[in-house]
């Protein structure tokens, strides 16, 4: 059996697995591509499993059944936008979500703008010109959460800091935040330092680190290989903090990084600490009840940020889907009601998710503010909130 048909398979499999019977005459189609497989898909597994939760928990929208294709993009970008198009053209979705790396969303982008197709992403993109039209993320901005790490650096005295990240369009986007804001925290980056996700080795990229004497590092990685640094610079004596971002908030970090990664503070959504939460913030609730419905459907307690972004993108698309057939009378599966659901999810007010609280506009990929963060702290296998 070749890749593609596996593919297929899969998707026949997790659509039957949610409802074979109601699947025929579901009213409302949502297309996932996700990495399942390859060095991503540390962070694909969980998108599917929140996403099949999120359905779990609102199965019907305006009486209308929903039905969730998903498709393994083998961690590859190429395939990511071969799977947008399948989902499209021949599943015919009203919406696509995905997936698990910046350039692999950003191609599946292009295809949405290309078909005039709803694209939710799951992860930070930088995008412009006329893919905006048709993309939002429900991730939070990587300036966002770079932000708050800086501004614990600043509070630390840090002077000096070493960057070490991923060579892709998700190393660049941590970086060129990075950058921005230790500019005006007036702290120094002593090294842009890089490697790829499938690589084995960072030893000669942190010797060079640690030749610049930082006073701390800061991370640009994501799930299992987010953790290879960490290792490395324990293995090579470095004793300092060392700093990530939300892409590090998965068990398998947590897991392979084990006692290198003990100590490293992360800005996050708040669902990762939920019970940790003040009772009055404005997420805890939904994330109680996005912890009980993934338990019931997954048969496992949910450990990670990612798989609540499904949860949180498909929250999106329910509350938009319900306005734009509310106000237009367009049918799902038509051009008219692709066009009506992308105005709806771009004027979404006031939804409530358990990484934020979430407001589009059109031309604006970003729909979070500073409800949608919190810094970290990995103590003991497990992340504390940091006050």
Known sequence: MNALSRRALLATSLAFGLG???AQAADLKVGLSVSLSGPNSSLGVP??????????????????KVQLIVLDDNSDPTTA?????????????DVIMGTSGVPAAIAMAQVAAETSTPFIGLTPIALKGKELDWTVTVAQPTQLMVDAVVDRMKKANTKTVAYIGFSDAWGDLVYDALMQATQKAGIKVVTNERYARADQSVTGQVLKIIAT???AVMTGGAGTPGALPYITLAERG?????????????????????????????????????????????????????????????NAPTTDAFSAYSFDGYLVFADAAARAMAATKTEPGTPAFRVALRDAIMTTKEVV???????????????????????VKLENGQWKLVP
């Open 20 to 22: 074979a019977g109601a």
């Open 47 to 64: 998108y599917s499993k929140g996403m099949q939760a999120a359905v779990a928990y609102k199965p019907e929208i305006n009486g209308r």
């Open 81 to 93: 936008g071969r799977n947008a198009r399948k989902l499209i053209e021949e599943e015919k979705v």
């Open 213 to 215: 004497h930082p006073d």
């Open 238 to 298: 470095y004793k300092g903090p060392i700093y990530g971002q939300h892409g590090l908030i998965n068990a398998d970090f947590v897991r392979v990084g084990g006692q290198a990664a003990a100590g490293t503070q992360v800005p996050t959504g708040p669902i990762i600490v939920a019970e940790q939460l003040p009772d009055g913030y404005p997420t805890k609730k939904v994330s109680m009840d996005f912890r009980n419905v993934f338990q019931k459907v997954n």
């Open 353 to 375: 998710g358990v990484h934020g609280v979430y407001n589009f506009k059109k031309g604006d990929l970003y729909g979070v503010d500073e409800r949608a963060r919190v810094i």
